[in-house]
């Protein structure tokens, strides 16, 4: 029986070591059976770890992996190289946030200069121009990098009487902010008292931003997410609300007729003359007033009384 019972302990070490040696052998060539459809389709370098506005990207930042050709983003790198290289050789920055494994596009990456570069936000045919604000002018700290904003001028048109006469304007509609102060990271959600905001606009804008930061002051109203309608809007003299809401009436002397004097009666004059022929007395006649500008007045009739005969 103890032989038998040793034969059968050996048996099955023998058996064990063997399964062993199988399994060593065998599944690792499972493993790259299983992993080999994944070796095919198109490289594209990715995130290793998530990352943030500003970090700096290396090569242990960054990684390959294979994905189908349609499932490939346009623009996407397929070497570590070329992201590495995309900064004029010096380290790239990450301008926006980056998930783990995902594919990273020229357009998350600084350009020239290894730091988050306003200059790399900028669209094709724009330019960024910076304007002071302060606590309330610049939306008391809302406007965030990445909101749109429009522009508004209130300016002074009698500096040197007693009496003020303010107009406001608006000067654009619909901007994008690319940074407030120094603050260009799209990500940052908390408020902060800003001293200066940049703006991105057109050239044409940019003038009037020049000339209207030397008229008057200029402030920000923040628009609403996926707003893009163009108020039609005309200057806001302080007239057209200290009265009600609309500008004062002036006030205007009424013009009141006048009554035209009435027409003065016609006159007589009675010249008694003796005649040797024995005639009777010549009457002259007065001449009469001119008429008056007034509507016409009725007619009179004079009648001679008292007519008499020399004795």
């Known amino acids: 029986m103890r032989v038998v019972t040793i034969v059968s302990l050996g048996a099955c070490a023998v058996f064990g070591l063997a399964a062993l040696v199988v399994a060593k052998t065998m599944l690792p060539n499972a493993a790259s059976a299983k992993a080999s459809p994944d070796v095919a389709g198109v490289p594209v370098v990715v995130a290793r770890a998530p990352l943030k506005f500003g970090d700096k990207l290396d090569a242990s930042k960054i990684g390959i992996i294979k994905l189908p050709s349609n499932a490939v983003p346009e623009g996407a790198f397929s070497t570590v190289a070329q992201v590495l290289a995309q900064d004029g050789g010096g380290p790239p920055v990450a301008l926006t946030p980056v998930a783990a494994r995902e594919a990273l596009l020229p357009s998350m990456l600084s350009g020239p200069g290894a730091r988050a570069s306003v200059a790399a936000e900028i669209s094709d045919g724009f330019r960024a121009y910076t304007i002071k604000v302060s606590d309330v002018t610049g939306v008391g700290g809302h406007a965030l990098p990445g909101d749109r904003v429009d522009v508004m001028l209130m300016r002074d048109l009698t500096p040197q009487a007693p009496t003020r006469s303010y107009v406001s304007e608006v000067v654009i509609q619909d901007v994008r ?67 009600g809401g609309r500008a004062p009436v002036r006030a205007v002397r009424a013009y009141t007729p006048r009554h035209a004097a009435p027409p003065r009666p016609a006159l007589i004059e009675i010249v008694a ?4 022929e024995g005639r009777a ?7 009469e007033p001119a008429p008056a500008p007034a509507p016409p007045a009725p007619s009179n009739t004079s009648t001679v009384a008292g007519s008499s005969r020399p004795s």
């Open 273 to 276: 003359s003796e005649s040797k």
């Open 177 to 243: 902010v690319l940074g407030v102060d120094l603050n260009v990271d799209q990500t940052t959600a908390k408020p902060a008292t800003p001293s200066t905001a940049t703006l991105e606009v057109s050239v044409p804008d940019a003038q009037k931003l020049a000339v209207a930061a030397d008229l008057g002051k200029l402030s920000l109203a923040l628009r609403k997410t996926g707003s893009t309608e163009v108020a039609l809007t005309a200057p806001m003299h302080a007239a057209n609300f200290v009265s």
């Open 281 to 287: 007395p010549r009457v002259r006649r007065a001449p």
